[in-house]
């Protein structure tokens, strides 16, 4: 029988180069700024609707997970961030005590073409403007 190790494996070197070359924030705020830092008709954990969350401009996003995916057609990428919001003082820097908002989880297809994302967030958080929350 073949024994088969995939840590030493050409394919997670390649993965660890990638991530480790990735902009977390870049590729957040790209996406924030398709969606003009908002999300409409997003569910909460208590089933809860919102229609309309939307994050301040001086989010950050740190990576603090991804994944790999293979279907029998597809392979992609899932990549998980952690959102931070922190107030902004006069002279429009951010402060220290950066707060999380919420998790955005976004999957790309071997191309890193956008295919996804799953949002869970903070509703409670004062960082965020909620519109028409609904039960």
């Not at 996406?31 to 989010?59: A, M, N």
């Amino acid at each position: 029988m073949t024994r088969l190790e995939l840590k030493n494996h050409q394919v997670w070197q390649d993965l660890t180069e990638i991530l480790e070359n990735i902009n977390a924030n870049i590729l957040v705020k790209e996406h924030l700024e398709k969606c003009d830092y908002k999300v409409c008709g997003y569910w909460d954990e208590q089933d809860e609707y919102y229609e309309t969350i939307t994050f301040p401009r001086s989010l950050k996003a740190e990576l603090i997970g991804s994944s790999i995916g293979v279907t029998n057609k597809e392979r992609f990428l899932k990549l998980k961030f952690i959102l931070l919001a922190a107030a902004v003082d006069a002279t429009q820097a951010l402060s220290d005590n950066a707060q999380k908002v919420g998790e955005l989880i976004l999957v790309y297809d071997e191309n890193l073409e956008f295919i996804d994302e799953n949002w869970l967030l903070d509703v409670d958080s004062p960082m965020l403007e909620i519109k028409g929350a609904h039960t």
